[in-house]
């Protein structure tokens, strides 16, 4: 039972270029989910998703773009990496209620130079 | 604007006292609660859910929490810490009919021998 996978898991980048990170989950969960995490500020929400197709903006979207064209994959595009994108990205999925508990990928970390 | 406080970074505790971890929230609606717990390089795992019903919340690895409306406050507690409870623990809420979910900054548990 993988639950959610993220890739890669470690990832240094020049200022400027572009990457993707993966996120899977094998849970058939509709809601999905992108955070960073940087010391001392918690975990913010840059992304959400509420099904296939459907996308919206969370607390930081500025940089990042995401899709979301299956149940199962969710990624995250960096177009222009900048310095201030340097942190620990974390996937999660839910049930699609308030109430579900999210479940969470093992992170990527993501260094900007 | 949905805000969770977490007053302390780093609450210190001998093993086999017992330890409070505090947690304040700000949202619309009602309020439905969690907390989660992080290892060290690893992804953030679910502790407890409050949702309704009793204020009293059990969750996993003798943890539980105590909802108090009139505060706005949703402290973890334990009765009895070890050492392998020392961790990040993470406060996180979603108000109405919203959903994103918020997190704290997190607190530093660190639970001496």
């Known amino acids: 039972n993988a639950g959610v996978t993220q890739t890669p898991k470690f990832r240094i980048l020049k200022i400027g270029q572009s990457m993707t990170l993966q996120c899977a989950q094998d849970m058939n969960h509709n809601y999905m989910y992108w955070y960073r995490q940087d010391p001392g500020m918690g975990l913010k929400l840059i992304y959400y998703s509420v099904g296939a197709g459907i996308t919206d903006k969370g607390e930081v979207p500025n940089g990042y773009n995401v899709s979301r064209s299956t149940t199962e994959d969710f990624p995250l595009r960096l177009e222009l990496a900048a310095p201030s994108q340097t942190s620990v990205y974390f996937c999660?999925?839910?049930?699609?209620?308030?109430?579900?508990?999210?479940?969470f990928g093992e992170g990527s970390r993501l260094t900007v130079l | 604007a949905q805000s969770v406080a977490q007053p302390e970074d780093q609450v210190n505790v001998a093993e086999g006292n017992p330890l409070t971890v505090k947690c304040t929230y700000s949202?619309?609606?009602?309020?439905?609660l969690f907390w989660y717990v992080q290892y060290p390089n690893r992804g953030l795992q679910f502790l407890l859910k409050y949702i309704t019903g009793d204020n009293l919340v059990k969750g996993s690895y003798g943890f539980e929490a105590e909802f108090n409306k009139s505060q706005t406050s949703f402290h973890l507690k334990k009765p009895s810490a070890l050492v392998s409870d020392s961790a990040l623990y993470f406060c996180a809420a979603r108000g109405g009919a919203t959903n994103k979910l918020i997190f704290g900054t997190g607190t530093l548990l660190a639970v001496q021998p």
């Open positions: 949202v619309s609606g009602n309020p439905y």
């Open positions: 999660a999925s839910s049930e699609g209620s308030y109430t579900g508990e999210l479940f």
